[in-house]
């Protein structure tokens, strides 16, 4: 990539040289400038607002409501630390900001998560069962609301930025399902060797 992009470049310069296409490169260059900050600035706002509402979830009684419905499920996927309030919490609010499709309030929780994780871990040189876990399901994470995608597509002057909710819930649907079904086949393979 560190070759790619740059031969990219010289080769859109040298075109629009060879071509007279120099003005209309001009143009572009400054119209994309001008739409990425316009972009950054979208994102910035959505970010804000996302992670705003989970530091009121995580304050409030909602987060505890939360985590008592996850808890069933959580305790499943995540077996050998069940017990610990701190990791469950982190994981719990992870999962959270991944289901309101807002990873970059995931990011931080996930990597709480991860911490509390790797102390519980009995081989710190090598991945609990439920560090794998953590990966898979935050690689593949489900998004009821995909606000990231809603809101970069509506920044972009999509006339209807929210048509992709339902393919955007099968497919994570699907790739979760077959996430959390490999990584149990291989999770008890590793244990009997």
């Known amino acids: 990539m560190n070759y790619l992009w740059p031969v990219l470049i010289i080769i859109s310069f040298l075109f629009s040289i060879f071509f007279g296409n120099i ?4 143009n572009s260059v400054f119209e994309s400038v001008s739409d990425v900050v316009q972009l950054s600035l979208t994102l910035v706002g959505n970010m ?6 989970m530091k009121i979830i995580k304050e409030t009684k909602i987060m505890s409501f939360l985590m008592k419905m996850l808890r069933p499920i959580l305790n499943w996927l995540y077996p050998e630390v069940k017990d610990n309030k701190n ?3 982190s994981i719990s609010i992870n999962t959270v900001s991944n289901l309101l499709g807002i990873g970059n309030a995931a990011t931080p929780a996930g990597l709480k998560a991860m911490e509390e994780l790797q ?3 009995i081989k710190k040189d090598e991945l609990s069962n439920s560090m ?3 990966i898979v399901l935050n690689t593949t994470s489900i998004q009821l609301i995909p606000t990231t995608v809603i809101a970069i597509r509506s920044a972009l002057g999509s006339p209807n930025p929210s048509n992709i909710i339902v393919p955007i819930w099968i497919s994570t649907m699907a790739g979760t399902l077959a996430g959390i079904i490999v ?3 291989m999770l008890r393979k590793r244990k009997n060797h």
């Open 23 to 26: 003005q209309a490169l001009n």
């Open 48 to 53: 804000c607002l996302w992670c705003g509402i």
């Open 87 to 89: 990791a469950m919490e």
């Open 119 to 121: 102390n519980e871990n």
């Open 132 to 134: 794998i876990m953590l």
């Open 183 to 185: 990584t149990k086949i």
